[in-house]
Antibody, heavy 120, light 107 residues
Framework: EVQLVESGGGVVQPGGSLRLSCAAS????????MHWVRQVPGKGLEWVCG????????NYADSVKGRFTISRDNSKNSLYLEMTSLRTEDTALYYC?????????????WGQGTLVTVSS | DIQMTQSPSSLSASLGDRVTISCRAS??????FNWYQHKPGKAPKLLIY???SLQSGVPSRFSGSGSGTYFTLTISSLQPEDFATYYC?????????FGGGTKVEIK
């Protein structure tokens, strides 16, 4: 059974940093691209970033480019999101999501999310 | 960026009703289009990919159609477990973008 479990969310002040993790199980992790998608409370879904299966290729939404870094450790079946220079508008529930197949850019499994609150 | 516009933003329907949700893309995305179901506190669930392909395990009362810029999701007979918010998503180009969501509520 595929499982994605996010952790690392919390409350942080504007300008601060936070590192999210996503532990994956139930599939061959290094065969699949992974992504982060967020949802501002009460709003819709927003794609944040993605990383290829080997970690060699990454892509970011303009809203986070230069502030967020996606990475993965295939030996630990883990996905990460390093968030710096956080803004109040980054407050959201952050989901990790598995791409269904190579370069398909849609997601067949999602975690339940970890909440990031940016507030002074 | 490709804008995805869903309608309606919410609807009320009764058990057994046929429900149709639409989504329009701001440019031609061929069939690079997907639908998700999202319930509060749960992980989003892939329903339809490539505009009309049913994801494994999804009930056949869900169907998708369309290509180019206009797409629809139809639930043929609404069941209690279908009350949720539905999102469309284009997978044609980065950045990936989602529609604003359609909340399906009980009448």
């Amino acid at each position: 059974e595929v499982q994605l479990v996010e952790s690392g969310g919390g409350v942080v002040q504007p300008g601060g940093s936070l590192r999210l993790s996503c532990a994956a199980s139930g599939f061959s992790f290094d065969d699949y691209a992974m992504h982060w998608v967020r949802q501002v409370p009460g709003k819709g879904l927003e794609w944040v970033c993605g990383i290829s299966g080997d970690g060699g290729s990454t892509n970011y939404a303009d809203s986070v480019k230069g502030r967020f870094t996606i990475s993965r450790d295939n030996s630990k079946n883990s996905l990460y999101l390093e968030m710096t220079s956080l803004r109040t508008e980054d407050t959201a529930l952050y989901y990790c999501a598995k791409e269904r197949d190579y370069a398909e850019y849609f997601f067949d499994y999602w975690g339940q999310g970890t909440l990031v609150t940016v507030s002074s | 960026d490709i804008q995805m516009t869903q309608s309606p933003s919410s609807l009320s329907a009764s058990l057994g009703d046929r429900v149709t949700i639409s989504c329009r893309a701001s440019q031609d995305i061929s069939s690079y289009f997907n639908w998700y179901q999202h319930k509060p506190g749960k992980a989003p669930k892939l329903l339809i990919y490539a505009a009309s392909s049913l994801q494994s395990g999804v009930p056949s009362r869900f169907s998708g159609s369309g290509s180019g810029t206009y797409f629809t999701l139809t639930i043929s007979s609404l069941q209690p477990e279908d009350f949720a918010t539905y999102y469309c998503q284009q997978s044609y180009s980065l950045p990936l973008t989602f529609g604003g969501g359609t909340k399906v509520e009980i009448k």
